[in-house]
């Protein structure tokens, strides 16, 4: 896994992203990986506008991980009340389950500790995740019990296939 390289998105790269971020998320193609929100949002998961607004905001970086020009994973790191935020974290589908998630959440990490000096990482995940919080949480992230209502009647943040949709958010403490 050495040979995947890291670099922060420009605006050329914006219809890359959102084909990511969409193959990884909705539609059939996602359903080859275990990221898959199909069974329960349609619709969008991200567009250019998102993306763009991602690039434009201070201490915001849109991290790409690639192999031979390939992107194979993108992931949000900002700085967001004070500690860190993780988001928008897409793995090409047909490479989910190799180890490229977690080494590129370990970059995530490397730059809000190391990078912007902030003690912590947060992140919002759909509370029925719970294989996807399973991953989170075997890498030291611990559940809040705090919960935010997902954004029913949005349809930027996907339609929704059912009714019991909210976000919890997930912590951890980053060591220097």
Known sequence: MSDIQFRAATPADIDAVVALVESAYRGDASRVGWTTEAD?????????????????????????????????????????????????????????GGGIGKIVLEEAERIVREDWRTASMRMTVIDIRDELIAFYERRGYIRTGIKKPFPYGDARFGLPKRDDLRFEILEKPLRA
């Open 40 to 96: 329960f949002l349609d619709g969008r998961r991200t567009g250019a506008d998102d993306i763009e607004a991602i690039l434009s905001k201070p201490q915001s970086r849109l991290l790409l991980a690639e192999r031979d020009g390939a992107l194979l994973a993108c992931a949000h790191v900002a700085i967001e009340d004070g500690a860190g935020y993780f988001g928008m974290f897409s793995v090409d589908p047909q490479q989910q």
